[in-house]
Nanobody, 123 residues
Framework: QVQLLESGGGLVQAGGSLRLSCAAS????????MGWVRQRPWRDREFVAG????????NYADSAKGRFTISRDNAKNTVYLQMNSLKPEDTAVYYC????????????????WGQGIQVTVSS
């Protein structure tokens, strides 16, 4: 079974940038649709960004469009989320997730999840 491990989170000032990485082990994620989901304090998990197995198709939540970029390196079995122009409302636990069964990029379709990593944006 694939295990996902996020890294790159931390504390950053508003307007700053962070790059999250999601390294997979125990199997290849190259055929999988991948995504990033976040959970802000006192809120449900919400979709942030998704990427097709080839990287040829991406999708973003409205809150992420123009600021976040998802990418993947299948040779390294890793997915990334570049986050620019961060805002305090981006403060959340960010999860990497995989859909091994299809192309849908939605939290309900993600089968494998990382443990999550904290991102805190100070004002």
């Amino acid at each position: 079974q694939v295990q996902l491990l996020e890294s790159g989170g931390g504390l950053v000032q508003a307007g700053g940038s962070l790059r999250l990485s999601c390294a997979a082990s125990g199997g290849t994620i190259s055929p999988y649709t991948m995504g990033w989901v976040r959970q802000r304090p006192w809120r449900d998990r919400e979709f942030v960004a998704g990427i097709s197995w080839s990287g040829g198709s991406t999708n973003y939540a409205d809150s992420a469009k123009g600021r976040f970029t998802i990418s993947r390196d299948n040779a390294k079995n890793t997915v990334y989320l570049q986050m620019n122009s961060l805002k305090p409302e981006d403060t959340a636990v960010y999860y990497c997730a995989a859909n091994p069964f299809g192309s849908t990029m939605h939290p309900s379709t993600f089968e494998f999840w990382g443990q999550g990593i904290q991102v805190t944006v100070s004002s």
